[in-house]
Nanobody
Framework: QVQLVESGGGLVQAGGSLRLSCAAS????????MGWFRQAPGKEREFVAR????????YYADSVKGRFVISRDNAKITVYLQMDSLKPEDTAVYYC???????????????????WGQGTQVTVSS
């Protein structure tokens, strides 16, 4: 099976930065894309960013554009999320995910992703 292991979450002050990492392990798989989602208390899981594994094209939710950067390490099969200028509204559990293939829902929809990490808490204090 495929496992995604996340790290890098924590508590920071508003305006600070965090770098999340998510490394894939276990069974090899076709990596079409990897992404980050987040879920705040009482809210639905929302798309944050994604990156295509081949080519590395990126796409971001409007709420994080200009502040977050997603990147990848092909050799490690690892995806990163550099988060700068953090705001209290960024507080959430952040999940990384991997998609094995194209699906009609698109890559901003959580249903497209086949594998998920356990989640890591990001808390931004004001």
């Amino acid at each position: 099976q495929v496992q995604l292991v996340e790290s890098g979450g924590g508590l920071v002050q508003a305006g600070g930065s965090l770098r999340l990492s998510c490394a894939a392990s276990g069974r090899t798989f076709v990596n079409y894309a990897m992404g980050w989602f987040r879920q705040a208390p009482g809210k639905e899981r929302e798309f944050v960013a994604r990156i295509m594994w081949s080519g590395g094209s990126t796409y971001y939710a409007d709420s994080v554009k200009g502040r977050f950067v997603i990147s990848r390490d092909n050799a490690k099969i690892t995806v990163y999320l550099q988060m700068d200028s953090l705001k209290p509204e960024d507080t959430a559990v952040y999940y990384c995910a991997a998609a094995a293939s194209y699906r009609a829902w698109g890559l901003s929809d959580s249903r497209t992703y086949n594998y998920w990490g356990q989640g890591t808490q990001v808390t931004v204090s004001s």
